[in-house]
């Protein structure tokens, strides 16, 4: 590990380039971003406004919804990635519901589907329902269960119509005129046979006639409709997972190695710890370089250090910030989110590592403030919160649509871990609470704002790049009173 004077004299140096005093402590408010000679003619010439995660992953939109039970399940990973972010499903359903809630963003929408969801001839149709209803879809491609050849396709109108579901597929499915491709067809040749047959779906074989991939013309035009969406190198959209540090994290890793998780988080609220260091690096032992690995929560940048030592990818900064959490109003421990962050930063850039500024975002201009101190990513909770992708139902209450948001260490969120027989551990003091928001619609108008409002700093300060507005983004610490002036305000 570096030194105390060499870790004190990165961090001096960082926050004098940067305008920002090594103490106090600063937060959000306490500062204001400096704008700079620009030749940016207006901020919708910016395009590039890539994050990176990991050494070789990155964001599009540096944007990431965090791994909360009320925030992240599969409708919001997805959702985010088509964006050009991504989601982190988080570690409160067991690993098995962690895996089906991947795979669902894997089959929702790619150029190719590698692993199509399959029926059997001897399937009833009642089994087949089951498993399309399990990953909403409609249709279901049947090969023999000896030879793997399609023999044919089971659409919603073979069994639309059929009340006896103890029927086989094997009796309602299409058999004849089956259209079909070789498995490396290109894109454009995919497109032009569907359009020419009027199909939604092309089966890819091999010359034997094996059933060897799916591709679809709900597939081919989304890749067309979220040109910017996080994808892996397959065409699928990218999506990360989280684990705990309890004793079964090597075998849900492995499990979620499985299901092809692009990206993996190892989650605590107490990063800085002999238990997270030793998991660390148990898992680089165990799985090497199979998959990027991302750690937190840490706020100094001895914690950092550590993490970053025993092998993580990238760094998760940020303790006490979120807006349903009150580990600084109960044990009083964390560091303002903007020196927290800033410090991390100017550690990690010296390793060569991203960090993600996780807590305390309550609008785009957090947003950005979090960037241009050194995030390369930002986790959102609060804002996200009450979006139609967002875990739960919405409910109505005084003439208003709400939904539910809660901290992780919430009393509420204990206790229905043990009501859904998650969890036998103990009941702890609460560090989180419980809150109900209003509904806002889907995620990409908050995500809209944010992008905007990132392309409209970066073209104040004259950055073309994200990675050219962490080099030249400064800030200056202002009072109370200039953080008041800058809100809109009555005119006289």
């Given amino acids: 590990m570096l030194s105390n004077r060499q870790m004190d004299r990165l961090i001096n140096d960082y926050f004098k380039a940067k305008g920002l005093p090594v103490t106090p402590a600063l937060t959000f408010e306490d500062i204001t971003i400096v704008d700079k000679f620009s030749d940016i003619p207006t901020r919708s010439a910016i395009k590039d406004t890539r994050g990176r995660l990991a050494q070789n992953m990155y964001l599009n939109a540096p944007i990431i919804s965090a791994n909360m039970d009320t925030i992240t399940e599969s409708a919001m990973a997805i959702a985010l990635a088509r964006l050009?972010?991504?989601?982190?499903?988080?570690?409160?359903?067991?690993?098995d519901k962690r895996c089906?809630?991947?795979?669902?963003?894997?089959?929702?929408?790619?150029?190719?589907v590698e692993k199509p969801l399959l029926g059997l001839p001897s399937m009833t149709l009642k089994e087949a329902?089951?498993?399309?209803?399990?990953?909403?879809?409609?249709?279901?491609?049947?090969?023999?269960?000896k030879t793997k050849k399609l023999v044919g396709i089971l659409s919603h109108r073979d069994y639309q119509f059929e009340r006896d579901e103890s029927k086989r597929i094997t009796d309602l499915m299409t058999r004849t005129k089956l259209v079909t491709a070789l498995y490396d067809i290109s894109l454009e040749k995919a497109r032009a046979i569907l359009s020419k047959h009027k199909v939604e779906k092309l089966p890819l074989v091999d010359k034997a006639g094996r059933l060897r991939g799916l591709m679809t013309t709900k597939d081919i035009q989304k890749t067309l409709e979220f040109p910017i969406a996080s994808r892996d190198r397959k065409g699928r959209l990218l999506v990360g997972g989280t684990v705990g540090i309890g004793n079964g994290v090597i075998d849900e890793v492995e499990a979620l190695l499985n299901s092809e998780i692009d990206v993996i988080m190892i989650d605590t609220a107490r990063g800085n710890?002999?238990?997270?260091?030793?998991?660390?690096?148990?898992?680089?032992?165990?799985f090497g370089k199979q998959v990027p690995f991302v750690a937190g929560n840490v706020d100094t940048v001895e914690g950092a250090v550590r993490l970053i030592e025993a092998?993580?990818?990238?760094?998760?900064?940020?303790?006490?910030?979120?807006?349903?959490?009150?580990?600084?109003?109960g044990p009083g421990i964390g560091l303002p989110q903007i020196t927290a962050v800033a410090q991390c930063a100017a550690l990690a850039q010296h390793y060569g590592i991203p960090i993600i500024a996780d807590g305390g975002i309550?609008?785009?201009?957090?947003?950005?403030?979090?960037?241009?101190?050194?995030?390369?990513?930002?986790?959102?909770?609060?804002?996200?919160?009450?979006?139609?992708?967002?875990?739960g139902r919405p409910f109505y209450e005084d003439?208003?649509?709400?939904?539910?948001?809660?901290g992780s260490a919430s009393l509420e969120f204990q206790l229905s871990r043990i009501d859904r027989d998650?969890?036998?551990?103990?009941?702890?003091?609460?560090?989180?609470?419980?809150?109900?928001?209003?509904?806002?619609?889907?995620?990409?108008?908050?995500?809209?704002?944010l992008m905007g409002h990132l392309r409209s700093s970066m073209s104040y300060v004259g950055a073309w790049t994200l990675e050219e507005y962490h080099e030249k983004a400064t800030c200056v610490w202002q009072t109370t009173s200039g953080f008041a002036e800058g809100k809109p305000h009555e005119v006289a």
């Fill in 129 to 145: 329902k089951s498993r399309m209803k399990l990953y909403n879809i409609s249709s279901l491609l049947v090969v023999d269960e």
């Fill in 362 to 391: 309550k609008n785009s201009s957090d947003f950005c403030k979090a960037l241009a101190v050194g995030a390369s990513g930002v986790m959102l909770g609060g804002l996200l919160s009450g979006t139609e992708e967002t875990p």
């Fill in 84 to 95: 050009g972010g991504i989601g982190f499903i988080h570690q409160f359903l067991p690993i």
């Fill in 422 to 449: 998650e969890s036998d551990a103990p009941m702890r003091t609460p560090e989180g609470v419980p809150k109900r928001v209003r509904y806002k619609g889907e995620a990409r108008f908050v995500v809209d704002e």
């Fill in 311 to 329: 092998g993580v990818d990238c760094v998760k900064v940020g303790i006490g910030g979120g807006s349903a959490c009150k580990t600084r109003m």
């Fill in 399 to 406: 003439g208003e649509k709400w939904k539910i948001y809660r």
């Fill in 273 to 286: 710890s002999k238990r997270m260091i030793e998991i660390i690096m148990a898992l680089r032992k165990k």
């Fill in 100 to 112: 089906q809630e991947i795979e669902r963003v894997k089959r929702a929408d790619s150029g190719i």
